[in-house]
């Protein structure tokens, strides 16, 4: 599985953190929610981003793509 990319985090003035995926504001974070990120954040920051943002592979993809429906 390849590393999520693309993802980038600001943080504001006002402490809310916005959490953008090729330009797009993924997600917004504020309060708690965004100290826990910002401590989280520098582990590996785009695997957490994607995490974060719930962008990210949950490894059904394979048995979605060979279902009946989807083959075309």
């Known amino acids: 599985m390849g590393a999520a990319a693309g ?3 600001t943080q504001r ?3 809310t953190v916005v959490i953008t995926h090729h330009g797009r ?3 917004t ?3 708690a929610r965004a100290e826990e990120f910002l401590a989280e954040v520098d582990d590996d920051p785009q695997l957490v981003m994607a995490r974060w943002t719930g962008n990210y592979r949950h490894g059904n993809e ?3 793509k060979q279902h009946p429906r989807n083959r075309g």
């Open 29 to 31: 974070l504020r309060g």
């Open 13 to 15: 003035a006002d402490g």
């Open 25 to 27: 504001v993924a997600g």
């Open 7 to 9: 993802f980038r985090h």
């Open 62 to 64: 394979r048995t979605a």
